[in-house]
C-alpha cells in the first residue's frame, strides 16, 4: 500500500531563511499531494494541493513542488517567521480514494 | 475558516464510562471522517462516512461506533471507554467540490 514519508527530526532554521520540507512516498504515484499546518493542540489546517501533472504551485511565500521521477514533493517557506512554527503534514489520496493518508509530520522551529 | 465543530475539546472520564464524541459541520459536505492522533505521532483514520447512513471502519483498528443519520452530524461512540483510549480524536469533512479536507480542534479523550 501507499506510504507517505517525512522527516521525523526537527527542522530549525533562522528567521528569514528559506524551510524546504520533504515528501516522499512509495509505490505509485498519488494524484494529487496535499500539505497542511498543524499547531499544537489543534486540527490540521490546508495549506495547499499539487496534482500529478503539476510540477509546481505557489501561494503567497510558499512554494510546493511535484517530482513523480523521485516520488517526491518539497514544500518551500520562503522569508520564514517564527510565526511558521509548526508541523506540517503532507498528505495523498490517489485515484478514486476519497481518503486522505498522512505522514507524520516534520517539526519546523523557526528562531528569531 | 472551516466551519466544523467538536465538542467536548477536552474530557476526563473514568474507565468503562461510556462517551460520545460529537461533530457537525455546516458546509454540507458528504464525507467526513474520524482520525485518532497521539502527541508527536501520525494521524489515523478510524472511521468514515460518504454519506448519510454510510460508515466504514478505517485503518486503524478502533473499538469505537459511528453513526450518520445526518449529513451535518457524525459522532463517535465509546461503549467503554479504557485507558488505551486515551488520544486526540479529529474529525473532519471533505469539500464536495474538491479535495479540502477540513478539520475540527479535536477532542482531547483522557480516561483514567
Known amino acids: 500500500s501507499q506510504k507517505i514519508e517525512q522527516n521525523s527530526e526537527a527542522l530549525n532554521i533562522q528567521e528569514g531563511k528559506t524551510a524546504t520540507l520533504t515528501c516522499n512516498y512509495t509505490?505509485?504515484?498519488?494524484?494529487?499531494l496535499q500539505w497542511y499546518r498543524q499547531d499544537p493542540g489543534r486540527g490540521p489546517v490546508f495549506l495547499l494541493l499539487?496534482?500529478?501533472?503539476?510540477k509546481e504551485k505557489r501561494k503567497e511565500r510558499l512554494k510546493v513542488t511535484f517530482d513523480t521521477t523521485l516520488k517526491q514533493s518539497l514544500f518551500h517557506i520562503t522569508a520564514s517567521q517564527p510565526a511558521d512554527s509548526a508541523t506540517y503534514l503532507c498528505?495523498?489520496?490517489?485515484?478514486?480514494?476519497?481518503?486522505?493518508?498522512f505522514g507524520r509530520g516534520t517539526s519546523l522551529i523557526v528562531h528569531p | 475558516e472551516a466551519d466544523i465543530y467538536q465538542t467536548p475539546r477536552y474530557l476526563v472520564i473514568g474507565t468503562g464510562k461510556k462517551i460520545t464524541l460529537e461533530c457537525s459541520q455546516t458546509?454540507?459536505?458528504?464525507?467526513m471522517y474520524w482520525y485518532q492522533q497521539d502527541p508527536g505521532m501520525e494521524l489515523h483514520l478510524i472511521h468514515y462516512?460518504?454519506?448519510?447512513?454510510?460508515?466504514e471502519k478505517g485503518d486503524l483498528s478502533s473499538e469505537s461506533t459511528v453513526s450518520r443519520i445526518r449529513t451535518e452530524h457524525f459522532p463517535l461512540t465509546l461503549e467503554s471507554a479504557r485507558p488505551s483510549h486515551t488520544s486526540q480524536y479529529l474529525c473532519?469533512?471533505?469539500?464536495?467540490?474538491?479535495?479540502?479536507?477540513?478539520f475540527g480542534e479535536g477532542s482531547w479523550l483522557t480516561v483514567v
Open positions: 473532519a469533512s471533505r469539500d464536495n467540490s474538491g479535495n479540502t479536507i477540513y
Open positions: 509505490n505509485y504515484s498519488p494524484a494529487y
Open positions: 499539487i496534482r500529478e501533472n503539476e
Open positions: 498528505a495523498h489520496a490517489s485515484g478514486g480514494s476519497y481518503i486522505p493518508t
Open positions: 458546509m454540507g459536505h458528504d464525507k
Open positions: 462516512s460518504y454519506g448519510v447512513n454510510s460508515t
